[in-house]
């Protein structure tokens, strides 16, 4: 099973930050999106509000995989590293150590990229 990291505040004894784990329950897998292009194919720079959100991103923590109706574990087709294809509304995002995820269901996945 993967992991990612999410940092907290420094603890008074070491000076270090220590870090929690983000796992994902059942058939849920954790994504980085891929950055936003910032200039055209043909070289102009784009402002912020016109950058559209990227619908590719790297699975950076995966589920177990969901139970099936007699209790058994159906494991996930995908694993962390897969480079992946998703919806443009799928998932929800969340912040981790100021950086944006989306955590989603396998079902929300459209593909993995090869």
Known sequence: MATATKTKKTTKQSGKTPKTSVKPLDDRVLVLPDEAETKTASGIFLPEGAK????????????????????????????KGDTVLYGKYAGTEIDIDGTEHKIMRESELLGVME
């Open 52 to 79: 559209e959100k990227p619908q590719t991103g790297k699975i950076v923590a995966a589920g177990p995989g969901k139970l099936d109706d007699h209790g058994h574990r159906v494991p996930l087709n995908v694993k």
